[in-house]
């Protein structure tokens, strides 16, 4: 399955934020970098299940809200105690203000 | 005579760790007071002003405190220069290592991770180890056989809570695991906590901190003087006192195995001195609800949701009055807790966390 999902209105996320996305038992998170730019992730923190809609972003950085762990959310990439698993990331589109992510299988 | 053996066990590896895992207390979903994003968000934002600020104050002043006491040895003057040394040194480093080991307390990373680094060392807790421990210590708060860091533990040992006002304890049980740490040696109850691939770093600090207390040893004997060690080392033992003060209070007498920071955690008024050293980790609730927020943000935090949380204890007095009575019930039922009082404006607890402790404590 390759298709793309409709997940929110760009407008529903602000510039440096992020938002939750549930779709087919399975849960993301959005975001909005401060360049405009959308990206996708897992929605769990690799450290513990905790969700990353609830943390704050920082530039390139959403940083868990249970232990402060960190992650670059464009690339995935664990950047910060606790966390040492990457999140996985999905390809993004934006189409006439929506939001599209792709999911892999 | 019949010893009735505690039912609960404080090893991270014993029974009751088994327990709350089965159970599903361990890393279970927690409380917390809904606040709307907006206003959260304004309380996550970072700064490094506040804490370049307080960082700088507490640095130019355990100098100075620190060379006035070095220039006046011998005299009898140098003890109030060195008992206000050793507050910053042995108790200060308390707040600093916790809030810069969150990453919360500048904006800059590597200004967080510098005062961490010297903050540790001066309060003798393995960075790397005390990372994780901490990180614990968040996931499964005052949960028995989780969490490594429960001060006074049921039925309380008194002797050594007093002891720990010296730092003695504590600073023997830390120099224990440095030399263990130095040897390549990492204990059973850290590999819980601490993941593989960390180990080696735990090790490679250990041996620096070794090297530096070796050198400040042969430093004193080589001076025929105690001074390089009431300046390095010792200020954790005659420092410690406003740490074990401040620090009984989070989570003393009150319920152990919920999954509320309201019933387990005590938020206290302090005067500004006291946080100052202590960073705001006064607002205990407010910080394990919420360890997102930055110390200089959780007075505001409080206001935002004070009608949620339990009263706070007015002051350090108050919160002692409260704590001293519950742990000495708990020395004859260790089963004993404070249920602190909910205003009438929060949302009630979910008394399933508490109710089997709760009848037990009656
Ligand atoms: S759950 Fe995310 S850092 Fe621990």
């Given amino acids: 399955m390759s298709d793309w999902i409709e997940a929110c209105a760009a407008d529903d996320i602000d510039e440096e934020d992020v938002l939750r996305f549930d779709h087919a038992g399975r849960t993301f998170a959005i975001y909005r970098s401060p360049e405009d730019e959308f990206f996708a992730t ?3 923190c690799t450290h513990e299940q905790i969700h990353l809609s609830q943390g704050l972003v920082m530039g390139d950085i959403i940083e868990c809200p249970k232990h402060n762990g960190r992650f670059n959310y464009k690339t ?3 950047r910060g105690a606790p966390v040492c698993v990457n999140l996985r990331t999905y390809p ?7 939001v599209f992510i792709r999911m892999a299988d | 005579m019949t010893v009735t053996p505690s039912a609960r066990d404080y090893s991270l590896v014993g029974e009751s760790a088994r327990r709350a895992v089965e159970s599903g207390l361990a890393a279970a979903e927690w409380y917390h007071t809904d606040i709307p994003r907006k206003q959260m968000k304004e309380l996550m934002q970072r700064s490094d002003a506040p804490a370049i600020r307080d960082t700088a ?4 002043l355990l100098v100075a405190f620190g060379a006035a006491g070095a220039a006046l040895w011998g005299s009898w003057w140098c003890v109030p220069f060195f008992l206000c040394y050793g507050v910053l040194y042995g108790s200060a480093t308390d707040a600093r290592w916790h809030e810069c080991g969150h990453g919360t307390a500048f904006k800059t990373q590597w200004m967080n991770d510098a005062v961490y680094q010297i903050a540790c060392f001066m309060i003798m807790r393995n960075p790397v180890t005390w990372r994780w421990s ?6 499964d ?4 056989g989780r969490d490594p860091e429960i001060a006074v533990m049921r039925p309380p040992d008194l002797l050594r809570v007093v002891l720990n006002f010296f730092g003695l304890l504590d600073a023997w049980h830390a120099m224990v695991d440095m030399v263990r740490n130095a040897a390549g040696v990492i204990g059973k109850e850290e590999a819980t906590f601490i993941p593989e691939s ?5 090790i490679r600090i250990a041996r620096i901190w070794l090297a530096i207390y070796l050198a400040t040893i042969a430093l004193a004997l080589y001076l025929g003087s105690w001074l390089p060690l009431m300046l390095v080392g010792l200020p954790r033992l005659y420092g410690a006192w406003h740490h074990v003060l401040t620090g009984l209070l989070q989570h003393g007498g009150l319920a152990d195995n919920v999954v509320d920071h309201r019933l387990n955690s005590r938020t ?3 005067n500004p001195v006291s946080r100052f050293i202590y960073w705001n980790m006064n607002y205990h609730v407010e910080h394990h609800m919420f360890p997102m927020v930055p110390y200089h943000a959780l007075p505001r935090l409080h206001e935002m949701i004070k009608h949620d949380l339990p009263a706070p204890s007015q002051s350090m007095w108050a919160g002692y009055r409260e704590m001293l009575p519950a742990f000495l019930r708990q020395l004859r039922n260790e089963d004993y807790f404070i249920k602190r009082e909910l205003p009438p404006t929060a949302r009630p607890y979910r008394e399933e966390f508490h109710s089997e402790a709760a009848l037990a404590a009656q």
């Fill in chain 1, 92 to 98: 993004v589109k934006v189409d006439d203000g929506k």
């Fill in chain 2, 134 to 139: 901490h990180t614990r210590h968040h996931t």
């Fill in chain 2, 57 to 60: 104050i507490w640095l130019g």
């Fill in chain 2, 141 to 144: 708060t005052v949960i028995v």
């Fill in chain 1, 42 to 44: 897992d929605g769990l």
């Fill in chain 2, 198 to 202: 960390e180990q080696p770093r735990a």
């Fill in chain 1, 76 to 78: 995935g990439a664990a």
């Fill in chain 2, 268 to 270: 206290v008024l302090m």
